[in-house]
């Protein structure tokens, strides 16, 4: 009688697990925390919603904070079902410890190597294989500048050279405001010299240099000439700088107290809080001169390797979700960032993203960002060296000197 | 009797011992073997010998590092010994509002560093701190910009320590005064001996234990010290106000060089060994002097 009921009652417990099938279940990892980021998220996560699955959000601030904790829950056997890194080299020892599994049935089916940039492809496909799933394209060294405090300086023209931006530079310095808003912090010099790499030396230097680690063209003379505009732009840089917050620099040009501040597009999102508009309020410039490159910097979902049928379903699906067009256009208007793929409406972005699209589409000007081709060590020790040179009075000689050892590691 | 109470005791002490061995040693063993490696995100056995260690020691963001911890760790113990016994003395010689002055004093203690080093952060700000209100004041040429100027910055993360430690110096030391004999005070009186002379003399050798507990209760934090650099300068402007600990956590983690980053606690507990023999040997010979 006992053995019957018993029996009775765990057939019937496996009936009802059979029966109704759980719906994907995944658990998300990022570093999405600001006002507007974590808007963008909401987005992808109703858009995961709505194709049935259910969205476990695990937010750590702070990006480098966010891939360790991932890293050492893939590590010790308690993965999360999707993790959020950079489009970049960080995920290839995962990958080499065969720690990563793969979305290749999404990205064939979606046809992700159309529509994406070649940067940001080479760094999803390793071996033949699709490793992420892109979700946002960003370009970290836009110029922005504020409308009021250019016509306060008397600015008419938006600059479209280097000499016409220092030109713009000296004019706000002479009206008493404070020409360049930067916050003086190790990355934010280093998206500095990202920007006078790419508008001053050109495409073929930034990738010698950055993707080729070429010894001689870090010793040439273009790239001299790189490191002293560089340099040169701390000149114009108010002495309250030192440790300040991207955004907060940002603030300086909202409240019109600052010209011009050079950083990733996500600064649009800082605009926007503040009931600012593009080509209103600010303006934005992708570049120096008609061939300078877009560089690309992304983020991308990457997923533990699982044996569970569930949670390798809960993968793909979140795959295909995120990198859809209907998701991608909710999420960038949030993020700032440029949607990835196609089959959306460009009038449904503003200015500055379509003046990016518009770029972007021209492979021959789409790069990769410094994270793409260094890895993090290297890129590290870059960042110290950068930040050395523009807080310390060092010979541009031995930066040149030192870019290179730490290079050729 | 007498053993089975020792076994009971070495049965409570078991636990800790275990933890101490396998977590301590074996982690510290676990670390020198990675630093010898030539470990990325993940600990691998191609062994490098001593190249990290050479890597390590001509880097300059490393010697940097270095240097700060010894400016930074000599100005924060004996400022904070010299201003805790001031501010100790001071309260144990005048009874009156004594409640109200040890909590203002011991108050910066129970901030975390993090909030320490933003408060800091923000007085020391040269376009809206201490300078600026200075400035607005009427001090026009007032000029107080430390924390932006690479050759000072180190003393700023100092000053905030400080301001946030000496009040637990001062508890501590207090705690001794209160423990000496008021016969001793009223036996110098009685010889005509100025206070001074009192404290410097004689109360502060009776005060060895406690500022034996400060001094290393101090040396720990010095060592550890990283909240308040992240939280103040993120170890800006440049290099110039980089710490150890810093060092290691950016390689650890962002960098993805745990051997670089092994190699470097590696020497940071070596450094702290050599530091704190000499004193444990003055320790232990006091006491042997003692005990003769």
Same mark, same amino acid.
């Given at each position: 009688?006992?053995?019957?009921?018993?029996?009775?009652?765990?057939?019937?417990?496996?009936?009802?697990?059979? *029966?109704?099938?759980?719906?994907?279940?995944?658990?998300?990892?990022?570093?999405?925390?600001?006002?507007?980021?974590?808007?963008?998220?909401?987005?992808?996560?109703?858009?995961?919603?709505?194709?049935?699955?259910?969205?476990?959000?695990? *937010?750590?601030?702070?990006?480098?904070?966010?891939?360790?904790?991932?890293?050492?829950?893939?590590?010790?056997?308690?993965?999360?079902?999707?993790?959020?890194?950079?489009?970049?080299?960080?995920?290839?020892? /995962?990958?080499?410890?065969?720690?990563?599994?793969?979305?290749?049935?999404?990205?064939?089916?979606?046809?992700?190597?159309?529509?994406?940039?070649?940067?940001?492809?080479?760094?999803?496909?390793?071996?033949?294989?699709?490793?992420?799933?892109?979700?946002?394209?960003?370009?970290?060294?836009?110029?922005?500048?504020?409308?009021?405090?250019?016509?306060?300086?008397?600015?008419?023209?938006?600059?479209?050279?280097?000499?016409?931006?220092?030109?713009?530079?000296?004019?706000?310095?002479?009206?008493? /405001?404070?020409?360049?808003?930067?916050?003086?912090? $190790?990355?934010?010099?280093?998206?500095?010299?990202? *920007?006078?790499?790419?508008?001053?030396?050109?495409?073929?230097?930034?990738?010698?240099?950055?993707?080729?680690?070429?010894?001689?063209?870090?010793?040439?003379?273009?790239?001299?000439?790189?490191?002293?505009?560089?340099?040169?732009?701390?000149?114009?840089?108010?002495?309250?700088?030192?440790? &300040?917050?991207?955004?907060?620099?940002?603030?300086? /040009?909202?409240?019109?107290?600052?010209?011009?501040?050079?950083?990733?597009?996500?600064?649009?999102?800082?605009?926007?809080? !503040?009931?600012?508009?593009?080509?209103?309020?600010?303006?934005?410039?992708?570049?120096?001169?008609?061939?300078?490159?877009?560089?690309?910097?992304?983020?991308?979902?990457?997923? $533990?390797?699982?044996?569970?049928?569930?949670?390798?379903?809960?993968?793909?699906?979140?795959?295909?979700?995120?990198?859809?067009?209907?998701?991608?256009?909710?999420?960038?208007?949030?993020?700032?960032?440029?949607?990835?793929?196609?089959?959306?409406?460009?009038?449904?972005?503003?200015?500055?993203?379509?003046?990016?699209?518009?770029?972007?589409?021209?492979?021959?000007? @789409?790069?990769?960002?410094?994270?793409?081709?260094?890895?993090?060590?290297?890129?590290?020790?870059?960042?110290?060296?950068?930040?050395?040179?523009?807080?310390?009075?060092? $010979?541009?000689?031995?930066?040149?000197?030192?870019?290179?050892?730490?290079?050729?590691? | 009797?007498?053993?089975?109470?020792?076994?009971?005791?070495?049965?409570?002490?078991?636990?800790?011992?275990?933890?101490?061995?396998?977590?301590?040693?074996?982690?510290?063993?676990?670390?020198?073997?990675?630093?010898?490696?030539?470990?990325?995100?993940?600990?691998?056995?191609?062994?490098?010998?001593?190249?990290?260690?050479?890597?390590?020691?001509?880097?300059?963001?490393?010697?940097?590092?270095?240097?700060?911890?010894?400016?930074?760790?000599?100005?924060?113990?004996?400022?904070?010994?010299?201003?805790?016994?001031?501010?100790?003395?001071?309260?144990?010689?005048? !009874?009156?509002?004594?409640?109200?002055?040890?909590?203002?004093?011991?108050?910066?203690?129970?901030?975390?560093?993090?909030?320490?080093?933003?408060?800091?952060?923000?007085? /020391?700000?040269?376009?809206?701190?201490?300078?600026?209100?200075? &400035?607005?004041?009427?001090?026009?040429?007032?000029?107080?910009?430390?924390?932006?100027?690479?050759?000072?910055?180190?003393?700023?993360?100092?000053?905030?320590?400080?301001?946030?430690?000496?009040?637990?110096?001062?508890?501590?030391?207090?705690?001794?005064?209160?423990?000496?004999?008021?016969?001793?005070?009223?036996?110098?009186?009685?010889?005509?001996?100025?206070?001074?002379?009192?404290?410097?003399?004689?109360?502060?050798?009776?005060?060895?234990?406690?500022?034996?507990?400060?001094?290393?209760?101090?040396?720990?934090? @010095?060592?550890?010290?990283?909240?308040?650099?992240?939280?103040?300068?993120?170890?800006?402007?440049?290099?110039?106000?980089?710490?150890?600990?810093?060092?290691?956590?950016?390689?650890?983690?962002?960098?993805?060089?745990?051997?670089?980053?092994? *190699?470097?606690?590696?020497?940071?507990?070596?450094?702290?060994?050599?530091?704190?023999?000499?004193?444990?040997?003055?320790?232990?010979?006091?006491?042997?002097?003692?005990?003769?």
């Amino acid at each position: 009688m006992w053995a019957a009921r018993i029996t009775s009652f765990v057939l019937a417990l496996l009936a009802g697990a059979f *029966a109704q099938a759980a719906p994907p279940r995944a658990e998300v990892m990022h570093w999405w925390t600001a006002g507007g980021e974590s808007a963008a998220v909401r987005a992808l996560a109703d858009a995961y919603r709505a194709a049935g699955g259910v969205w476990v959000d695990t *937010a750590v601030a702070g990006s480098e904070q966010a891939r360790a904790v991932a890293i050492s829950r893939v590590v010790g056997g308690q993965p999360p079902t999707a993790a959020l890194f950079n489009t970049s080299k960080q995920f290839l020892d /995962l990958i080499d410890q065969g720690l990563l599994g793969t979305v290749d049935a999404v990205a064939v089916r979606d046809g992700w190597d159309r529509f994406l940039p070649e940067p940001i492809l080479s760094t999803i496909r390793v071996r033949g294989h699709y490793y992420a799933a892109p979700v946002s394209i960003h370009m970290p060294t836009w110029i922005w500048y504020s409308k009021a405090a250019f016509s306060k300086a008397g600015v008419t023209k938006e600059p479209a050279t280097i000499e016409e931006l220092f030109a713009a530079l000296d004019r706000l310095k002479a009206a008493g /405001l404070i020409p360049l808003a930067h916050g003086g912090q $190790p990355w934010q010099e280093n998206v500095l010299f990202r *920007a006078m790499l790419a508008n001053v030396g050109g495409r073929d230097l930034y990738l010698r240099v950055i993707r080729d680690r070429d010894p001689r063209a870090i010793q040439s003379d273009g790239f001299r000439k790189v490191l002293l505009t560089f340099k040169r732009l701390k000149s114009y840089v108010d002495v309250g700088a030192p440790g &300040r917050n991207w955004n907060d620099a940002t603030a300086l /040009l909202i409240t019109g107290k600052a010209g011009v501040q050079i950083m990733g597009d996500w600064v649009k999102a800082e605009f926007a809080v !503040a009931k600012q508009l593009p080509e209103r309020d600010y303006g934005c410039i992708v570049g120096l001169s008609p061939q300078s490159p877009y560089i690309v910097q992304g983020d991308a979902f990457v997923f $533990p390797k699982s044996e569970n049928r569930d949670v390798v379903a809960a993968q793909q699906l979140l795959a295909h979700v995120v990198t859809s067009p209907r998701a991608q256009v909710a999420f960038s208007k949030q993020k700032g960032s440029i949607p990835i793929g196609t089959g959306f409406d460009p009038a449904t972005l503003d200015p500055c993203t379509r003046k990016g699209l518009a770029v972007m589409t021209d492979p021959s000007r @789409v790069v990769g960002n410094d994270e793409n081709y260094l890895i993090p060590d290297q890129n590290g020790a870059l960042s110290d060296i950068l930040t050395e040179y523009w807080n310390r009075n060092v $010979p541009v000689e031995t930066v040149q000197k030192d870019i290179g050892a730490a290079l050729s590691r | 009797m007498v053993n089975f109470r020792r076994a009971r005791a070495y049965v409570a002490l078991l636990p800790m011992a275990i933890t101490a061995c396998v977590i301590y040693f074996g982690t510290t063993l676990w670390s020198l073997r990675v630093s010898f490696s030539s470990s990325r995100t993940f600990p691998t056995d191609n062994f490098v010998g001593l190249a990290q260690y050479a890597r390590l020691f001509t880097d300059d963001r490393w010697l940097v590092s270095l240097a700060n911890l010894a400016i930074y760790g000599t100005l924060v113990i004996v400022v904070c010994l010299v201003l805790g016994f001031l501010l100790a003395a001071l309260i144990d010689a005048q !009874a009156r509002n004594e409640g109200a002055l040890r909590s203002v004093f011991l108050y910066p203690y129970a901030l975390s560093f993090v909030a320490t080093g933003i408060i800091w952060q923000w007085l /020391l700000n040269p376009t809206n701190g201490i300078q600026e209100a200075a &400035r607005r004041l009427g001090f026009a040429d007032f000029q107080f910009d430390w924390i932006v100027d690479p050759d000072k910055v180190i003393y700023t993360v100092a000053i905030a320590a400080i301001w946030q430690s000496c009040g637990l110096v001062m508890v501590i030391l207090l705690a001794g005064l209160r423990g000496i004999d008021p016969d001793i005070w009223k036996a110098a009186r009685l010889d005509g001996i100025p206070a001074w002379r009192v404290y410097v003399s004689i109360v502060r050798p009776m005060l060895a234990h406690s500022f034996a507990t400060a001094t290393i209760l101090l040396l720990t934090a @010095v060592v550890k010290l990283y909240d308040i650099v992240v939280a103040m300068t993120q170890g800006g402007p440049g290099t110039a106000s980089e710490v150890p600990a810093k060092y290691i956590m950016d390689h650890l983690f962002g960098r993805a060089n745990i051997a670089l980053a092994s *190699a470097g606690s590696i020497v940071l507990l070596i450094t702290v060994g050599i530091l704190l023999a000499p004193i444990l040997y003055l320790r232990r010979y006091s006491a042997r002097l003692a005990a003769r």
